[in-house]
C-alpha cells in the first residue's frame, strides 16, 4: 500500500507567519502522499471581539452560535485554507482547499447535549473517501479547514483534531496512514517541564504504566486516547511533536511516536 | 462532445438568501456537467464597513488593499462558498468549492497599470483545466470564488465575470460550452425600462446594427464584447438573462442568447 501522511497543524503555527512559512516548506517537501488539517488559531476570536460578537465557551469548547459559525467559515474555510493552498502552489506543491462539504467528504450531525446547546458543533458521523482518494491518486495534496455539514444545507464547526483522525482512519483502508499531530511542545514529554524529556516511543503497555504513575498530563490524555483509538481502526503509526520540527517527525527521529504493537 | 454549463450569478442574488436557494435548487437540477461562478454581493462591503476599513472605488473598481483582500478572501471563498457547495449537496449535486488557487486552476498577475494601483487585484493569465477536468468527469459539480492566485503564494481578487469566461474559454476544447450570465435583468433589452422587450438572439451583424442605433446600453457593453470574445475563443454559446428563470435560460425559452453565427 501507498505511504499516506495526515498532519495536523496546531493553532499557534497557524498564528505566527514566519512558523507557518517555514512549516509549510517543509510539509511541501514531503514525498509520499499527503493531507494538512489546519485549526483556527487566534484570527477567529481577534474577529469576533472586532466585530463586537461575544465567544461563549464551556468547559474547553466553543459554543458556536450563527454569527461565530460565520466567522470561523470565513476565517477556517476562506482565509487560512485558500493562504496555505496559495503558499504550498509557490512551493511546488499541487494543493487543493477543502471543507467537509465540499465532495460531501465529511458528514457530521449538530451535536446533542442532554444540558447544553454547543450550537452549530458538528460531531462526525461518516468519511466519504471517495473526493480524497481521487485526488490523492492525482498526487493532489488536500488541505481540510475543520469545517462540516450535515448534507440538508448546514455547515458545522467540527475540531480539527477529530477531522485529522477520522480521515487517517477512512482512508487506511486504502494506504498505509501515518497519523501526525503537530503542535508546539517536542512530543510526550516524561517531564512536562523538561523538553528534552520526550518520550520516543509509546505503546498500549508502556501507557496504561505511565497513566498510573500520573506521568501523562491531564491535557495529553484525550490527544493519546484518541490515538490509540485510530490504531485500532487501522492507522499505521500516530506521531505526536513540534511543527518546526516536521521532516524529523516524519522521518521518525523527533516526537512521540505511538504504535500499538 | 458532452456539454458543458458555465455560470455566473449575480451579487444580487447572492445577497437575497431566498433568490439564492430557488436558484440553487434549479442550478442542481441541470443534468450536464456545469460550473458556477458566484461574486460577492454586498457582504464584503458590510464587513469591511464593521471592521472600518475604508473601501475605495475607483471607476466602478474596487481597490483591493491587504485588508480588502482579508476581506473579499474569507467572504467570497469562505463564507460564500462554502455555503453555497453546503445548498448544493442538500440538493443531491455533489460539489466541490475552489478557488484559483486550488488544484493551480487560475493563475493570474498582480494588475499593472501605469497611473493606478489597484492592490491585489488580479488579471488572469492562463487557466489550467487539469483538476476541472478530472471532476467535471466525476460528475462533481465546481464552484468557484473570484480569487485567483499568483503561483508565488499570493492570493489575488479577480471580476467573477473574467472567471467566468476564462474557464469557458479554456474548456471549449474539451467541451460544448454555453457560458449563463445570470443577473436581475431579463436580458438584453431593446428598451432599458421595458423588461418585456428581451432580445431573444444577438449575432455580430445584428450586434453592430444595435450599437450603430445606440440601442445597448453603456453598461451592457463590455459584457457583451466578452461575450463575442468568448465565442470567438471556441465557446458555444452565450445566454445573458434572470437569475429567477434559470431553467428556462438554459432550455434557451428565455433571456438572450448571443451566438457567432
Same mark, same amino acid.
Given at each position: 500500500m501507498a505511504k499516506l501522511y495526515v498532519i495536523k497543524i496546531g493553532g499557534n503555527i497557524i498564528d505566527d507567519e514566519k512558523k507557518l512559512s517555514s512549516f509549510l516548506k517543509a510539509f511541501a517537501a514531503i514525498h509520499d502522499k499527503k493531507i494538512l488539517v489546519h485549526g483556527g488559531g487566534k484570527l477567529a476570536t481577534r474577529l469576533a471581539e472586532q466585530l463586537n460578537i461575544p465567544q461563549q465557551v464551556v468547559e474547553g469548547r466553543r459554543i458556536t452560535d450563527a454569527e461565530t459559525l460565520k466567522i470561523v467559515t470565513m476565517v477556517y474555510a476562506g482565509y487560512i485554507n485558500k493562504n496555505i493552498v496559495a503558499q504550498l502552489q509557490a512551493n511546488n506543491c499541487n494543493a487543493i482547499g477543502l471543507c467537509g462539504a465540499d465532495g460531501d467528504s465529511i458528514l457530521a450531525h449538530k451535536r446533542k447535549h442532554a444540558v447544553m446547546d454547543y450550537g452549530f458543533v458538528g460531531d462526525v458521523?461518516?468519511? +466519504?473517501t471517495d473526493l480524497a482518494t481521487n485526488l490523492l491518486e492525482k498526487n493532489i495534496t488536500l488541505v481540510f479547514a475543520p469545517i462540516t455539514h450535515d448534507q440538508q444545507g448546514q455547515l458545522l464547526n467540527t475540531n480539527a483534531d477529530t477531522i485529522a483522525q477520522e480521515l487517517a482512519k477512512g482512508l487506511s483502508d486504502q494506504y498505509e496512514v501515518t497519523l501526525v499531530y503537530s503542535? =508546539?511542545?517536542?512530543?510526550?514529554?516524561?517531564?512536562? +517541564? +523538561? =523538553?528534552?524529556?520526550?518520550?520516543s516511543k509509546i505503546d498500549p503497555l508502556y501507557y496504561r504504566e505511565l497513566r498510573s504513575k500520573e506521568k501523562i498530563i491531564a491535557g495529553m490524555i484525550p490527544k493519546m486516547d484518541n490515538a490509540f483509538a485510530a490504531l485500532d481502526a487501522g492507522v499505521n503509526k500516530v506521531i505526536i511533536g513540534n511543527a518546526q520540527e516536521l521532516s524529523k517527525l516524519v522521518q521518525g527521529t523527533a516526537g512521540t511516536t505511538i504504535v500499538n504493537e
Open positions: 458521523d461518516a468519511i +466519504n503542535f =508546539e511542545k517536542s512530543g510526550v514529554l516524561l517531564d512536562i +517541564n +523538561n =523538553e528534552k524529556s520526550v518520550i
